[in-house]
Protein backbone atom coordinates (compact mmCIF):
# COMPACT_ATOMS: atom_id res chain seq x y z
CA UNK A 1 0.00 0.00 0.00
CA UNK A 2 1.76 3.21 -1.48
CA UNK A 3 1.84 5.75 1.69
CA UNK A 4 0.05 8.81 1.39
CA UNK A 5 1.73 12.16 1.28
CA UNK A 6 1.25 14.56 4.59
CA UNK A 7 0.51 17.84 3.87
CA UNK A 8 0.83 20.61 5.99
CA UNK A 9 -1.13 23.86 5.48
CA UNK A 10 -1.57 27.05 7.35
CA UNK A 11 -4.83 29.43 5.87
CA UNK A 12 -6.07 33.02 7.16
CA UNK A 13 -4.97 35.96 9.38
CA UNK A 14 -3.86 36.01 12.91
CA UNK A 15 -5.01 38.32 15.27
CA UNK A 16 -2.85 39.75 18.03
CA UNK A 17 -5.03 41.31 20.91
CA UNK A 18 -4.75 44.66 22.46
CA UNK A 19 -7.64 44.04 24.82
CA UNK A 20 -10.38 41.87 25.16
CA UNK A 21 -12.17 43.99 21.84
CA UNK A 22 -9.44 45.07 20.17
CA UNK A 23 -7.00 43.40 18.07
CA UNK A 24 -4.90 43.97 14.79
CA UNK A 25 -4.78 41.99 12.01
CA UNK A 26 -5.11 42.09 8.40
CA UNK A 27 -7.71 41.31 4.98
CA UNK A 28 -6.85 37.32 4.56
CA UNK A 29 -9.95 35.49 4.16
CA UNK A 30 -8.01 31.77 4.01
CA UNK A 31 -9.18 31.21 0.69
CA UNK A 32 -6.03 30.38 -1.31
CA UNK A 33 -5.19 28.13 1.51
CA UNK A 34 -8.71 26.78 2.02
CA UNK A 35 -8.29 26.18 -1.73
CA UNK A 36 -4.88 24.44 -1.72
CA UNK A 37 -5.88 22.90 0.79
CA UNK A 38 -9.22 20.86 -0.65
CA UNK A 39 -7.51 20.33 -3.74
CA UNK A 40 -4.43 18.59 -2.01
CA UNK A 41 -7.30 16.32 -0.15
CA UNK A 42 -8.67 15.09 -4.13
CA UNK A 43 -5.39 14.60 -4.52
CA UNK A 44 -5.02 11.80 -2.52
CA UNK A 45 -3.27 13.47 0.15
CA UNK A 46 -3.37 13.80 4.11
CA UNK A 47 -3.90 17.14 5.11
CA UNK A 48 -3.48 19.44 8.32
CA UNK A 49 -4.79 22.55 7.62
CA UNK A 50 -3.75 24.88 10.53
CA UNK A 51 -6.52 27.86 10.19
CA UNK A 52 -6.63 31.47 11.44
CA UNK A 53 -9.95 33.06 12.18
CA UNK A 54 -11.63 32.65 9.17
CA UNK A 55 -15.30 32.57 7.72
CA UNK A 56 -14.91 29.50 5.42
CA UNK A 57 -16.40 26.05 5.60
CA UNK A 58 -12.85 23.71 5.85
CA UNK A 59 -12.63 21.37 2.92
CA UNK A 60 -14.39 17.87 3.74
CA UNK A 61 -11.49 15.16 4.69
CA UNK A 62 -8.80 17.80 6.27
CA UNK A 63 -7.78 17.59 9.69
CA UNK A 64 -8.56 21.22 11.17
CA UNK A 65 -6.65 23.41 13.50
CA UNK A 66 -8.06 26.48 14.30
CA UNK A 67 -5.76 29.48 16.05
CA UNK A 68 -6.07 32.88 16.29
CA UNK A 69 -2.20 34.63 17.32
CA UNK A 70 1.05 34.03 15.58
CA UNK A 71 2.01 32.63 18.68
CA UNK A 72 -0.81 29.97 18.66
CA UNK A 73 -0.30 29.44 15.14
CA UNK A 74 3.70 28.61 15.22
CA UNK A 75 2.94 27.04 18.03
CA UNK A 76 0.39 24.40 15.86
CA UNK A 77 2.58 24.17 13.04
CA UNK A 78 5.87 23.15 14.55
CA UNK A 79 3.85 20.12 16.31
CA UNK A 80 2.79 19.00 12.84
CA UNK A 81 5.92 19.68 11.15
CA UNK A 82 7.64 16.15 11.33
CA UNK A 83 5.06 14.46 9.87
CA UNK A 84 4.54 16.76 6.72
CA UNK A 85 5.99 15.77 3.62
CA UNK A 86 5.15 19.36 2.37
CA UNK A 87 4.43 22.40 3.87
CA UNK A 88 2.34 25.47 2.34
CA UNK A 89 2.64 28.77 4.39
CA UNK A 90 -0.39 30.65 3.04
CA UNK A 91 -1.20 32.16 6.35
CA UNK A 92 -0.88 35.58 6.45
CA UNK A 93 0.75 35.84 9.93
CA UNK A 94 0.54 39.41 11.86
CA UNK A 95 4.41 40.74 11.95
CA UNK A 96 4.24 42.44 15.66
CA UNK A 97 1.77 42.29 18.82
CA UNK A 98 1.55 44.75 21.25
CA UNK A 99 3.70 44.24 24.11
CA UNK A 100 0.80 44.72 26.35
CA UNK A 101 -2.04 43.20 26.44
CA UNK A 102 -5.04 44.55 28.61
CA UNK A 103 -7.25 41.79 30.11
CA UNK A 104 -10.39 44.57 30.26
CA UNK A 105 -11.91 46.70 28.22
CA UNK A 106 -10.39 49.88 27.56
CA UNK A 107 -12.19 53.01 27.69
CA UNK A 108 -11.67 55.96 25.05
CA UNK A 109 -10.36 57.48 27.86
CA UNK A 110 -8.02 55.08 29.02
CA UNK A 111 -7.14 54.00 25.76
CA UNK A 112 -3.09 54.80 25.19
CA UNK A 113 -1.59 57.42 22.41
CA UNK A 114 0.76 55.00 21.48
CA UNK A 115 1.69 51.20 21.96
CA UNK A 116 4.91 49.12 22.12
CA UNK A 117 5.00 46.28 19.74
CA UNK A 118 7.00 43.02 19.79
CA UNK A 119 8.21 41.22 16.46
CA UNK A 120 6.25 37.75 16.20
CA UNK A 121 8.46 34.83 14.84
CA UNK A 122 8.99 34.34 11.33
CA UNK A 123 6.91 30.88 11.32
CA UNK A 124 8.36 29.63 7.71
CA UNK A 125 12.14 30.41 8.57
CA UNK A 126 12.11 28.73 11.39
CA UNK A 127 9.84 25.60 9.70
CA UNK A 128 12.36 26.21 7.41
CA UNK A 129 15.00 25.92 9.92
CA UNK A 130 14.08 22.63 11.33
CA UNK A 131 13.14 21.10 8.46
CA UNK A 132 14.35 16.97 7.99
CA UNK A 133 15.73 15.84 4.81
CA UNK A 134 13.16 15.45 2.09
CA UNK A 135 10.79 17.92 3.79
CA UNK A 136 9.46 20.37 0.94
CA UNK A 137 8.59 23.88 2.47
CA UNK A 138 6.53 26.51 0.01
CA UNK A 139 6.06 30.34 1.09
CA UNK A 140 3.59 33.16 0.33
CA UNK A 141 4.54 36.46 -0.25
CA UNK A 142 1.92 39.28 -0.40
CA UNK A 143 3.55 42.46 -2.31
CA UNK A 144 2.75 45.71 -3.39
CA UNK A 145 6.16 47.07 -4.19
CA UNK A 146 9.24 45.75 -5.61
CA UNK A 147 7.20 42.73 -5.17
CA UNK A 148 9.64 40.80 -7.57
CA UNK A 149 12.71 41.53 -5.75
CA UNK A 150 11.15 41.12 -2.75
CA UNK A 151 9.95 37.62 -3.11
CA UNK A 152 13.24 36.60 -4.30
CA UNK A 153 14.90 37.99 -1.18
CA UNK A 154 12.26 36.19 1.06
CA UNK A 155 13.06 32.68 -0.86
CA UNK A 156 16.59 32.94 -0.33
CA UNK A 157 16.36 34.22 3.52
CA UNK A 158 13.87 31.76 4.64
CA UNK A 159 15.38 29.22 3.31
CA UNK A 160 12.40 27.98 0.72
CA UNK A 161 12.26 25.49 -1.98
CA UNK A 162 9.27 27.86 -4.07
CA UNK A 163 7.50 31.23 -3.19
CA UNK A 164 4.38 32.05 -4.00
CA UNK A 165 4.07 35.92 -5.07
CA UNK A 166 0.78 37.58 -5.10
CA UNK A 167 1.28 41.33 -6.11
CA UNK A 168 -1.88 42.50 -3.97
CA UNK A 169 -1.46 46.24 -5.65
CA UNK A 170 -3.30 44.63 -8.15
CA UNK A 171 -7.20 45.05 -8.58
CA UNK A 172 -9.27 42.35 -8.02
CA UNK A 173 -7.09 39.62 -7.10
CA UNK A 174 -5.76 38.21 -3.77
CA UNK A 175 -7.05 39.09 -0.22
CA UNK A 176 -10.83 38.38 0.14
CA UNK A 177 -11.57 37.97 -3.57
CA UNK A 178 -11.88 34.69 -5.18
CA UNK A 179 -9.02 34.85 -7.93
CA UNK A 180 -5.23 35.29 -7.88
CA UNK A 181 -2.02 35.77 -10.29
CA UNK A 182 0.24 34.00 -8.68
CA UNK A 183 4.21 33.85 -9.46
CA UNK A 184 6.06 31.02 -8.24
CA UNK A 185 9.88 31.29 -7.81
CA UNK A 186 11.76 28.35 -7.25
CA UNK A 187 15.30 27.94 -5.14
CA UNK A 188 16.41 26.29 -8.43
CA UNK A 189 16.10 29.31 -10.24
CA UNK A 190 12.89 28.86 -12.11
CA UNK A 191 10.42 31.99 -12.32
CA UNK A 192 6.89 30.42 -13.53
CA UNK A 193 3.58 32.74 -14.19
CA UNK A 194 0.44 31.10 -13.51
CA UNK A 195 -1.69 34.21 -14.71
CA UNK A 196 -4.75 35.50 -13.50
CA UNK A 197 -6.90 32.43 -12.16
CA UNK A 198 -9.84 31.08 -9.75
CA UNK A 199 -7.95 30.53 -6.36
CA UNK A 200 -9.27 27.15 -6.97
CA UNK A 201 -7.38 26.79 -10.30
CA UNK A 202 -4.44 28.45 -9.25
CA UNK A 203 -4.15 25.97 -6.33
CA UNK A 204 -4.06 23.51 -9.01
CA UNK A 205 -1.88 24.82 -10.66
CA UNK A 206 0.75 25.34 -7.46
CA UNK A 207 0.50 21.78 -7.14
CA UNK A 208 1.36 20.55 -10.38
CA UNK A 209 4.78 22.76 -10.16
CA UNK A 210 5.68 21.89 -6.34
CA UNK A 211 4.66 18.27 -5.85
CA UNK A 212 4.45 16.93 -9.90
Partial sequence: MTKKIQCLISAGPTREWIDPVRFISNPSSGKMGYALAEEAVARGFEVDLVSGPVSL????????HRVVTADEMEKTMKELLDRAHLVIMTAAVCDHRPKKQWSEKLSKEDFPKNLEWVKNNDIVRGLSAARKNGQKIIGFAAETTDAMAHAAEKLATKGLDWIALN????KGIGFASDFNDVTLLSSAGETIALGRETKKK???KI??????
Avoid: E, I, K, N
Wanted: glycine share 4%; charged share 20%.
Fill in 57 to 64: TPPPGVRL
Fill in 202 to 204: TAQ
Fill in 167 to 170: DVSQ
Fill in 207 to 212: LDRVWP
